[in-house]
């Protein structure tokens, strides 16, 4: 799908603040300096829920945050901008000269990134991981409130419903397993998510054996998501047979743009073992001619939409930079096309990572939006993988990697 988008769009310069008596009400999501000129009307949100419900007050208890602008402090009882579920509150302990630091300390002035060595050497490992985990913008955009238990960050009854349902379901199964085999055997006689049970229990053993070996191992709060992520990816290669015989669908291929634009592919690559995440670029004319190509690397893992999106935001700052005002950015990421083109408004971390990408739409005269699949988005895959290699960022311009030459003269032929 390719869709034509304007270079000014006002419609996403919206902040969404909650008053204090809203369900819903929850951490800060990230922190990022505020740009003065980038004034937001706020909008007040109505969940259609009463006050002085015992649901409610849980959830507003459980799940308060903060507005941020950076200027809060990072101990205080009121600080829960951590993106986690228990504590939501910093519990690594207050250094006497920083009891009253405000979390913009934590960020490097001079490249806006998260400051590794301060939030080492301040907060337990656990949280420090989680700190180091929350993208942050190159560009000012606003501090914002979200609920952490929707795709969009936006809050719903049902999903307020469904994490409270959650909450009393975990502790009455706290309550009747006392071992693991009573646990192990009631999985198997529900046929409770056997396959990813199976994954995070191996996942566990496999980190523990890390740490022990004393070799790279991931936070603890990345192996549930870091099962997920495998067990999709072996679904993936490894699809249940079917009963009936079906035609295989047609392989996609790369297609070159029209001629007087280029194509900007982009991808990203979490390499979770590693605690890093991986972006790959590659920018072609109408005739699949290289003008330049790039491997980045970051020194944190991040979900992977947020992964995809600043894969997006990347591409864009390179194409820029090389000059290009016409443009198609492509992906694999159908999500992410899908919430570029219809400018949905996300309130989670994706969010600030949208807004960006909506800033960097301003480079450029026209820019149209496309989804393709992985094998149409090859060249950029490589890229992406192939960033573990390097230690910051690569550039290759007319030109790609050498183990990459394959894959882009297949390209090529698919079209010629």
């Given at each position: ?8 769009m ?29 004034k ?12 002085g419900n ?13 507005i ?33 630091a ?5 960020i ?9 060595s ?6 337990t ?34 999903s ?6 959650s909450?009393?379901e ?15 055997s ?15 229990a ?9 740490v ?38 047609p392989v996609?291929?790369w297609?070159?743009?029209?001629h ?11 390499f979770a ?7 790959g ?20 893992a991040?979900?992977p ?11 864009l700052?390179?194409?820029?930079d ?11 990421s ?9 400018e ?16 960097k ?9 496309s ?42 032929a698919?079209f010629?």
């Amino acid at each position: 799908m390719v869709m034509m988008i304007t270079p000014l769009m006002g419609n996403y310069k919206r902040k969404w603040e909650v008053n204090n008596e809203v369900v819903g009400k929850t951490r800060r999501e990230t922190f990022v300096k505020r740009k003065e000129n980038m004034k937001r009307k706020g909008e007040r949100v109505n969940t259609g829920e009463t006050r002085g419900n015992t649901r409610e007050e849980g959830i507003k208890n459980r799940k308060k945050g903060s507005i941020g602008k950076q200027k809060d402090t990072a101990w205080t009882d009121q600080s829960t901008w951590l993106p986690r579920k228990h504590p939501t509150k910093v519990i690594s302990p207050i250094i006497d000269s920083m009891a009253d630091a405000r979390v913009e300390i934590l960020i490097d002035e001079a490249t806006h990134r998260w400051n590794h060595s301060v939030i080492d050497g301040v907060f337990t490992p656990e949280e420090a991981e989680l700190i180091k985990s929350l993208p942050l913008p190159q560009q000012g955009v606003e501090d914002r409130l979200f609920w952490p238990f929707t795709q969009t960050g936006t809050y719903t009854s049902k999903s307020g419903y469904r994490f409270l349902k959650s909450e009393e379901e975990s502790t009455d199964r706290a309550a009747r397993f006392i071992t693991f085999k009573e646990l192990l055997s009631w999985l198997i006689k529900h046929q409770h998510h056997l396959d990813l049970f199976s994954v995070t229990a191996w996942s566990i053993w496999t980190q523990r054996n890390q740490v022990r070996l004393n070799k790279p191992s991931c936070s603890p709060h990345l192996i549930s998501q870091l099962a997920k992520d495998r067990l999709q990816e072996f679904q993936a290669i490894n699809p249940h047979p079917s009963s009936t015989r079906s035609v295989p669908p047609p392989v996609q291929k790369w297609k070159p743009p029209d001629h007087g634009l280029v194509k900007i592919n982009c991808d990203g690559a979490r390499f979770a073992k590693e605690n890093r995440t991986g972006f790959g670029v590659v920018i072609r004319n109408s005739k699949g001619l290289v003008f330049g190509s790039l491997s980045k690397l970051v020194l944190q893992a991040y979900s992977p939409l947020e992964i995809e999106g600043m894969a997006a935001a990347t591409a864009l700052d390179f194409a820029s930079d090389l000059g290009f005002q016409r443009a198609i950015l492509e992906t694999d990421s159908l999500v992410l096309v899908k919430a570029l083109s219809d400018e949905t408004e996300f309130f989670s971390t994706v969010g600030l990572v949208l807004d960006e990408i909506r800033q960097k739409v301003n480079f450029f005269d026209e820019l149209h939006y496309s989804h393709v699949k992985r094998e149409g988005n090859m060249v950029a895959h490589m890229l992406a993988r192939h960033a573990i290699r390097v230690s910051d960022v690569v550039v290759w311009m007319e030109d790609v990697p050498p183990p990459l030459f394959p894959v882009l003269l297949a390209d090529i032929a698919g079209f010629s």
